[in-house]
């Protein structure tokens, strides 16, 4: 890349010239940017909020690299807008250019290498990213050079506070080893201001925990843990004052018990009030000992499982249903929770609570009715005296679970919409609905659903 392209687009420059962060790179056409004329009038802060409509809308609230992997999707077409304005004029380029870089979603390791050699010829540019999102695949052979291109590109990110660290790697080779921890050495580069971290590389636990020191900026952190019955227990101190939400993910093992209960003996979390736990197998006496510790300070509880795709079905997969969830138990351990989201199809049996003011039901689409505009719910109504604070229960479908995940709740508050209100959202690749009392995909695409078997 030329860098001088990009200090001056009024210049002809073509699409290649600026740098692909999305799925969509084979745009060719070259385009003569237009002299300025009375587009240049339009003030600074008008074209700010014009641009801000144009931008991704999985950056307001939906976090789905399922969607943003269609070349036809919202992702894709927004990140086209954004380049076509920057091309416009020099004027154009100085207000767009900063929505471009904010957030970078890597979806290909091409990406990956592009970026590093568009910020290594113009720092100005890597001074805009705000938050950095890997999930692109990773073989074995390019491990050693993506994990090396990604250290450079955080070694010149000074203003870089959000970091996703989550390769798609071989099955056959889903430990990479030492040879892969290069990636998660990132903590060298990246200074303490970090805010929001999500590591999903190391092979143990105890390699991510002593990283995490370096953070002292932390108020998210979501770990995937992958732990063996082998692998050594946490046993250092670990003080975040400023972590506020933690989210864990892990398979179901018989260690994983042991492993909650070094977590909270090691964790002191002062400031934690949102606490995400998801596993097939969520639930039970394995987090107990997380809830012993930090459920007094909790406002916002999330106790789900993962709800994925099928490849092999060209339709939305749901597991079998859960076990009843162990509220009572859960309720009792978090006296000031105020939001509540699980999943379940049975009639949920609710303790006394004196501040519980919502709950999230994740279910099964049957469950679902969007001709009803009341607060459809599966707490009894004898259930529901017992929460004097309780403004409402809202029922999650799980079908958009891949699309929006485990902070759907946090993202998509129930309060949203009021009694008789309704809020629609209507995307190249997901049409959502948001009803009283319900949040719910309006349709599947089955085009979609292929093109997700063909990629997942």
């Keep these: 890349m030329d860098p001088m392209l990009l200090m001056n687009p009024s210049r002809t420059i073509t699409y290649d010239q600026v740098p692909d962060m999305d799925a969509n790179a084979d745009c060719t056409e070259i385009y003569q940017v237009l002299p300025p004329t009375h587009i240049a009038e ?77 910020v290594s010829n113009n720092r100005s540019l890597s001074e805009l990213i705000l938050s950095l999102h890997l999930q692109c695949y990773v073989s074995v052979s390019q491990a050693v050079t993506v994990s090396m291109t990604l250290d450079d590109i955080l070694a010149v990110t000074p203003n870089l506070t959000k970091v996703t660290i989550a390769p798609i790697l071989n099955g056959r080779h889903f430990f990479l ?81 042991n492993v909650f209960s070094a977590l909270a003996e090691i964790f002191s979390l002062p400031s934690l009030r949102r606490l995400l736990l998801t596993s097939p197998a969520a639930g039970g006496a394995t987090i107990e000992p997380l809830l012993r510790k930090f459920g007094h300070s909790l406002h916002f509880v999330s106790l789900v499982r993962p709800h ?45 609570h004196a501040h519980l003011t919502w709950v999230d039901l994740w279910v099964p689409i049957k469950f679902l009715d969007p001709s009803e505009q009341s607060a459809v719910t599966l707490v009894p109504h004898e259930e529901r005296v017992k929460l004097p604070s309780l403004r409402g229960v809202r029922l999650l479908d799980r079908s958009l679970f891949p699309f929006s995940g485990v902070r759907t709740p946090l993202l998509i508050p129930p309060d949203m919409v009021g009694s008789t209100e309704s809020v629609a959202w209507t995307y190249p690749s997901l049409d959502l609905r948001h009803d009283p009392g319900l949040l719910y995909r309006h349709m599947i695409d089955n085009v979609l659903a292929e093109s997700l078997e063909h990629r997942l």
């Design 177 to 257: 080893g030492h040879e892969f921890l290069r990636m998660v050495a990132l903590a060298q580069n990246t200074p303490s201001r970090t805010t929001d971290l999500h590591f999903r590389v190391n092979p143990t636990l105890i390699e991510t925990l002593n990283l995490l020191p370096a953070f002292t900026c932390l108020t998210t952190f979501h770990i995937d843990m992958f732990t063996g019955g082998n692998d050594a227990l946490p046993t250092g101190h670990i003080h975040l004052a400023f972590l506020e939400e933690l989210h864990i993910t892990w398979q179901p093992h018989q260690h994983v018990m």
């Design 42 to 118: 339009i003030p600074v802060e008008i074209l700010s909020v014009i641009m801000e409509f144009t931008m991704p809308p999985t950056q307001h609230f939906l976090d789905s690299t399922v969607i943003a992997r269609d070349n036809r999707s919202s992702r894709s077409c927004s990140l086209q807008t954004l380049r076509n304005i920057v091309l416009v004029s020099r004027y154009w380029y100085n207000v767009g250019i900063s929505f471009l870089y904010r957030h970078v979603v890597i979806l290909h390791s091409k990406q990956l290498f592009a970026l590093a050699h568009a």
């Design 308 to 352: 994925m795709t099928n490849v092999h079905l060209r339709f939305f997969y749901s597991p079998p249903p859960p076990p009843a969830p162990l509220v009572t138990p859960l309720l009792s351990m978090c006296p000031n929770l105020r939001h509540l989201a699980i999943d379940t199809h049975f009639p949920i049996r609710m303790p006394m």
